[in-house]
């Protein structure tokens, strides 16, 4: 089985979102996709815009809870995609380890996607078309695995 790690902050909007949109684009058999946070809101289920916008790309985070990064998930991970250059910098912090299996969601586009959190719908349809495009342009690279 190949396993993705997606990452951002609080895990509630970005990477949840990035999460079921690659579990959608991977065969469902031999991938396993799952998310978590560096500084994770645990428990908490995914920001009601990033539902929504889920919901209107049919995808469903209703079942989402926010979980807290590990180095654990980090060396389970065959590939780990990050929302922003940041992220990289404090997730290989937190493990080392993971050198060389951290990339950007947006890396082979040159861009972060920045956190929309507490701001208004359009921070999440903007966020939406970086992950959307991410996932677009991964999913070959990552069937090559």
């Given at each position: 089985?190949?396993?993705?790690?997606?990452?951002?902050?609080?895990?509630?909007?970005?990477?949840?979102?990035?999460?079921?949109?690659?579990?959608?684009?991977?065969?469902?058999?031999?991938?396993?996709?799952?998310?978590?946070?560096?500084?994770?809101?645990?428990?908490?289920?995914?920001?009601?815009?990033s539902?929504?916008?889920?919901?209107?790309?049919?995808?469903?985070?209703?079942?989402?809870?926010?979980?807290?990064?590990?180095?654990f998930?980090?060396?389970?991970?065959?590939?780990?995609?990050?929302?922003?250059?940041?992220?990289?910098?404090?997730?290989?912090?937190?493990?080392?380890?993971?050198?060389?299996?951290?990339?950007?969601?947006?890396?082979?586009?040159?861009?972060?996607?920045?956190?929309p959190?507490?701001?208004?719908?359009?921070?999440?349809?903007?966020?939406?078309?970086?992950?959307?495009?991410?996932?677009?342009?991964?999913?070959p690279?990552?069937?090559?695995?």
């Amino acid at each position: 089985m190949k396993r993705v790690l997606t990452v951002c902050i609080g895990n509630i909007c970005r990477s949840p979102l990035a999460e079921v949109a690659l579990q959608r684009a991977l065969p469902a058999e031999g991938w396993q996709v799952w998310s978590a946070g560096l500084q994770a809101m645990v428990g908490l289920p995914a920001d009601p815009t990033s539902r929504a916008i889920a919901q209107e790309q049919g995808l469903d985070l209703s079942a989402h809870r926010a979980q807290q990064f590990s180095a654990f998930m980090a060396q389970q991970a065959d590939v780990i995609l990050v929302m922003e250059d940041l992220h990289t910098r404090l997730l290989l912090q937190a493990a080392p380890t993971a050198r060389g299996k951290v990339f950007r969601l947006g890396h082979l586009g040159g861009y972060d996607i920045a956190d929309p959190y507490r701001r208004p719908r359009a921070a999440f349809d903007t966020a939406w078309a970086g992950i959307a495009q991410g996932v677009q342009d991964w999913v070959p690279r990552l069937q090559r695995l």
